[in-house]
């Protein structure tokens, strides 16, 4: 018997393929600590290469494991300010509730969101209230030997009509992945992840609209050197295809580098690289 993931969750192991080792266009510094009384303050500052606008952020996080309490905050140089407070496992097992809040001091505008989520062996559920609207996100996800099955629904209380309409199948089993999705009846999409070995992951996705004949697919793979260094790779439908570079330098810090290149205007330019540096301590 297992936790199955979260709706957002499902088909992550493709996605992660797809999506890790890569940051092209941006110089990108990420800073990660940790004081002696548990306080982890994680510092973010990027550069963008084409436009050459710089940002960055703040995060600290604090947790209280006998309350199960944990209180996140986050400050952008977009001058907002973003508070959560979480208690998980406290008003029942497998629960979890928190109040996720904005503010932006230039503007005095304010958000909030009441989020919940459920989890125990084969059923994962989760439920979401932006004040905002206000709008309910809800989200099931269950599980049995392997399969999944999960539906996520948005409904606007203040139009009393449908936001949000998707459904997902999918198979998990350990070195496997099959993820299928239908959002609103008119996206189709679906993924499949191999681990072929430790060394070597694969994955491969597809997508569609309804009622265009234009199917959008990618590929992609990450192979480990070593226990130190990966590459990874990709390419889709457009002849867009990136390459990334991962190296750790020394326990803590570690370095990425990544190149996208449009296979179709090979010789027009307009290619994009990136660096990325990881340090922690």
């Known amino acids: 018997m297992a936790v199955p993931p979260s709706y957002s969750d499902l088909g992550k192991a493709a996605k992660d393929i797809f999506s890790k080792g890569y940051g092209f266009g941006v110089v990108k510094l990420d800073l990660k600590t940790k004081s002696q009384s548990g306080v982890e303050f994680n510092t973010s500052g990027s550069s963008n290469t084409d436009t050459g606008k710089a940002a960055g952020s703040l995060e600290t996080k604090y947790k209280m494991k006998d309350l ?50 459920y989890k125990r062996d084969f059923v994962n559920l989760g439920c979401d209230v932006d004040f905002e609207g206000p709008i309910i996100h809800a989200a099931g996800v269950l599980g049995y030997e392997g399969w999944l099955a999960g539906y996520q629904m948005g409904f606007d209380t203040a139009k009393s009509k449908l936001a949000q309409n998707n459904f997902a199948l999918g198979y998990r ?109």
């Open 68 to 117: 199960g309490l944990s209180f996140n905050q986050k400050w952008n140089t977009d001058n907002t300010l973003a508070t959560e407070v979480t208690v998980e496992d406290q008003l029942a097992q497998g629960l979890k509730v928190a109040l996720d809040t904005s503010f932006v001091p230039n503007t005095g505008k304010k958000s909030g969101k009441l989020k919940t989520s």
């Open 173 to 281: 089993a350990g070195d496997f992945q099959l993820h299928t999705n239908v959002n609103d009846g008119t996206e189709f999409g679906g993924s499949i992840y191999q681990k072929v070995n430790d060394e070597l992951e694969t994955a491969v996705t597809l997508a569609w609209t309804a009622g265009s004949n234009n199917t959008r697919f990618g590929i992609a793979a990450k192979y480990k050197m070593d226990k130190d260094t990966s590459l990874s790779a990709k390419v889709n439908n457009a002849s867009l295809i990136g390459v990334g570079y991962t190296q750790s330098l020394r326990p803590g810090v570690k370095v990425t580098l990544s190149a996208l290149i449009d296979g179709k205007n090979f010789n027009a330019g307009g290619h994009k690289v990136g660096m990325g540096f990881e340090l922690e301590a």
